[in-house]
């Protein structure tokens, strides 16, 4: 018994101390040759711009979504992107932790509450006028401190056997009548769906808001986690109407095939609060802010190509005026544009304290 | 809460006798041990001081916090009192009675360590769509946790004999009366230790959780960092699980009792009716079950599903599997180095202050993995900014996460080598290191794989931290999981999840094994 348990530990020990040496992963290996420099005016506050032809993106977006893009800049560019994938969150959190000592050059987002934290701590530099002038300015920081990438509707996703199209809600204060009882998927910890109480608030008033965060209380909703979840459910039959992110659904379709779901979208009507456009984002770390081939990165995301790709790929609503809108979504003009920054957060901070009120965030 | 000295003096352990004192170095290491696992919690302190202490009860007593502290001592209570009965029977049952293929029996009621909480909840779903809240919750975590406490049961109860117990049968009690009497308090500190590991592990998951919809405080400290963007009051509300955890291991420390150690001479197996041995293997047979097959075809109908599949890069895929293994056998290693000292000191000197020392090296096993990846990032970009993203701040990252899974076992394991073979020895002229490397570390050697296994294994699985302390560039099994259900690709995560399933299920393998092999030849 010993000596074959000793045998079996020593191997591990051997195999750890072994496998150990091997995996260690060299932590920067940036191609240093010199080539030609970025096409990109620096601002002026920069100090000597460099190009290295290497750049370091942390991605809240995930990697099935951004990875393509970053393949064809590569090959178009010669500039290498590393780049690390978590929840934008997640990220968020660990490059207030980095501060300046942070390795990122680029920071994007799926919303702009994450990136209103990076620029109210000051970590974000301004980004020069020929990136932040391609961006239809609804849609984007308003001290170009970062820049929108892409747009998102707020829709509601409802099951398409258990619901008919003419007992859907054509507002979000039908969302909080009687007949959707314990019927409605929310996720009220996402930052989406803070943006949609925002928008409310914005659009129709704060006492007004409180009433409707009231009324959707004691309607019983179902709290999700992610918007995901919400759409499986409904998908799964188990949930009638959920509020998420538009393009989930189209995610979903593109691998169970469009005529396999039966989840399906509605927008409401024109101007309401509950088909809220959100943005995703892209930001300039201040302490890399030298870096040519960040600035060259983040014009990428918003050059036509960049944003055809977002459209033929992610369905999502492109930003820069003159790309045209994925097939099949209503046009941008008729989508509620409250006119707020969606990255303030203050603004967020009085969003969460009315979702604290009722008890559905902590 | 004070600990307490057990009333039942170990009849051969190797407790020292209470007039030495434990060498300076020893305690040096163990304490060196204690702060490094405790990084988590200096990083707490820190953030939460950015709140002012008059806001503290302002966040204390916001509507949903009693609901989710309510929430979260229910389920981890209700999950690791599952897991000490359920984990404590099926050990009982591999072992002492004849249900025939017992190794295979206990090999497969180790797996559901294998799978990883969020994966056994995604495939109930698929299977059983909309099931949510406290009971699926508690069943399937129970289901991938009861292992914490079976094996090591099965470990205790193959070092002792079924003597007693046959002796207290003859005297006229009943089987179970019998078991409760003279059974169970050879194994209560095993199970009670088990147990630990199950509710810190519940304390601190947040996968199922979040897919059941079962909001406990995990779920809501997850939810500040990713809404408000507030670490400090995040870390306020961590401070609550830490306080839970605190109650809990105060608690495990007066209720385990201490190893009182008979020599197994032989054990006599009970003979079964043919009715009680189906019982009996459908009782064993039930965590696998719910644990492991169920979401396995859960995935696999998800797999069926998919009508256009992501390209399968089978490079991709190696390359995860062999980081994943590289990282978790590194970190079982660093962690075992870890927990030696603690469990050592812990082992033979009975202290009130070693045992508290000890206690607190448990705490940080509860905190949510986004808590101890953002401590580490903290602390490697003030103390070792040149390794912060290498691959050596992410296995110690692992160590401190996982360093409680190895102490038990290694405490219990050191404390079960015999005081006489010490003393034997020494009489013979070793020297006191010579006595340990030569008597303690080979007859505890059993144990302390054991320890170094269920470090391995929740690295394989391990997600948060990982994706914040990964060096750039490289993935695990784990994140390359995530990268794909994120996007809800169901479809294409299912080769990564059998392979992260099947590789977990090795080291499960062997630990069902650990410390059988003499038994089984005799």
């Known amino acids: ?362 | 809460m004070p600990t307490t000295t057990p009333t039942h003096a170990p009849a051969r352990s190797a407790r020292a006798s209470a007039v030495s004192h434990p060498p300076a170095w020893l305690v040096t290491l163990a304490v060196l041990a204690v702060v490094t696992v405790s990084i988590p919690l200096v990083y707490l302190g820190v953030r939460a001081s950015g709140v002012p202490s008059s806001a503290w009860g302002e966040i204390f007593l916001r509507p949903l916090v009693g609901e989710l502290v309510w929430n979260t001592i229910g389920l981890s209570v209700a999950v690791s009192a599952t897991a000490i009965a359920m984990g404590t029977l099926i050990a009982t049952i591999v072992t002492r009675l004849r249900i025939g293929a017992a190794r295979t029996w206990l090999l497969i009621s180790a797996l559901p360590l294998a799978v990883p909480s969020y994966l056994a909840s995604y495939g109930w779903l698929v299977l059983v769509p909309g099931i949510s809240g406290f009971v699926p919750s508690w069943a399937l975590l129970s289901a991938v946790t009861i292992p914490y406490v079976t094996l090591p049961v099965a470990a205790a109860l193959r070092g002792t004999s079924a003597d007693g117990e046959a002796v207290a049968r003859t005297l006229g009690l009943g089987p179970a009366q019998a078991f409760w009497r003279v059974t169970w308090p050879q194994v209560r500190p095993a199970a009670i230790a088990g147990g630990l590991l199950v509710f810190l592990y519940t304390l601190s998951d947040f996968g199922l959780v979040a897919m059941l919809r079962f909001q406990t405080l995990t779920w809501g400290v997850q939810q500040a960092y990713s809404a408000s963007f507030d670490r400090s009051q995040a870390a306020v509300l961590a401070m609550l699980l830490v306080v839970i955890a605190v109650v809990v291991v105060a608690a495990e420390r007066s209720a385990r009792g201490s190893l009182r150690r008979t020599t197994a001479i032989h054990s006599t197996k009970e003979p079964l009716s043919p009715s009680a041995r189906v019982l009996f293997s459908l009782i064993v047979a039930l965590p696998p079950v719910v644990g492991v097959v169920v979401p396995l075809i859960g995935l696999g109908i998800r797999l069926g599903e998919a009508t256009t599949l992501r390209t399968f890069d089978p490079e991709n895929l190696l390359q995860a599997t062999t980081t994943t293994i590289g990282v978790s056998l590194a970190a079982a290693l660093v962690a075992l180095l870890l927990a030696l000292p603690l469990a050592a000191l812990a082992a033979r000197y009975q202290r009130t202050w070693i045992s508290t020392l000890e206690g607190a090296g448990y705490l940080s096993n509860g905190l949510p993995g986004i808590v101890v990846g953002l401590s580490l990032v903290f602390f490697s970009l003030s103390v070792v900014p040149s390794l912060y993203q290498t691959v050596v701040v992410l296995v110690f990252a692992y160590a401190v996460l996982f360093m409680p899974k190895a102490l038990g076992t290694a405490r219990a394991s050191i404390e079960g080598v015999p005081a006489d073979l010490i003393s034997v020895a020494r009489t013979l002229g070793a020297s006191r290191f010579e006595a340990w490397r030569r008597v303690t570390v080979p007859l505890a050697l059993p144990g302390l794989g054991i320890g170094a296994l269920l470090v391995a294994i929740a690295t394989m699985k391990e997600l948060p931290a990982t994706l914040l302390l990964r060096p750039l560039g490289s993935s695990t099994l784990a994140t390359e999981l995530w990268s794909r259900t994120a996007a809800g690709e169901f479809g294409a995560a299912a080769p990564y999840a059998a392979v992260l399933v099947l590789i977990a299920a090795i080291p499960a393998m062997i630990l069902s094994g650990v410390r059988s092999v003499a038994k089984e030849e005799m």
């Open chain 1, 1 to 362: 018994m010993l000596s074959s348990a000793r045998v079996r530990a020593a191997a591990l020990v051997l195999g750890s101390v072994f496998v150990l040496g091997a995996c260690a992963v060299p932590a920067e290996t940036a191609p240093t040759e010199d080539t030609t420099p970025a096409e990109v005016a620096a601002p002026e506050a920069l100090p000597e711009p460099v190009a290295d032809d290497y750049v370091i993106l942390y991605s809240g977006r995930n990697e099935s979504l951004v990875q393509p893009l970053i393949d064809v800049f590569t090959e178009q560019t010669g500039i290498t992107v590393d780049i690390r994938y978590a929840g934008s969150s997640e990220l968020a959190a660990q490059l207030l932790e980095e501060g300046a000592d942070s390795p990122a050059a680029v920071f994007l987002s799926q919303d702009a509450g994450a990136l209103g934290a990076l620029s109210l701590e000051g970590l974000f530099a301004e980004l020069p006028e020929d990136i932040t002038d391609r961006v239809n300015p609804a849609f984007t920081s308003f001290d170009d401190s970062w820049v929108g990438v892409t747009g998102r509707a707020r829709v509601v996703v409802y099951d398409s056997e258990s619901v008919s199209e003419d007992e859907l809600p054509a507002s979000a204060d039908e969302i909080v009548g009687p007949q959707w009882s314990g019927k409605v998927g929310i996720a009220p910890g996402n930052a989406s769906f803070q943006s949609f109480v925002t928008a409310y608030r914005v659009i129709k008033g704060d006492s007004a808001a409180d009433q409707w965060v009231a009324g959707l209380t004691i309607n019983d909703p179902q709290i999700f986690d992610s918007n995901g979840a919400i759409l499986e459910a409904v998908n799964d039959g188990t949930l009638p109407l959920g509020l998420i992110n538009h393009y989930y659904w189209d995610r979903l379709a593109s691998e169970r095939g469009a005529e396999n779901l039966r989840a399906k979208l509605h927008f409401t009507q024109a101007g309401d609060p509950a088909s809220i456009v959100n943005v995703t984002g892209m930001g300039l770390l201040k302490a890399q802010s030298f870096d040519l081939d960040a600035l060259e990165l983040i014009s990428f995301f918003v050059s036509d190509e960049g944003q055809q790709y977002f459209v033929d790929s992610t369905f999502e609503y492109p930003l820069v005026p003159g790309i045209e809108a994925p097939v099949g979504l209503p046009p941008l003009g008729d989508l509620a544009v409250a006119d707020f920054d969606l990255s303030d957060l203050a603004t967020l901070k009085e969003t969460q304290d009315l979702l604290r009120k009722y008890g559905l965030i902590l």
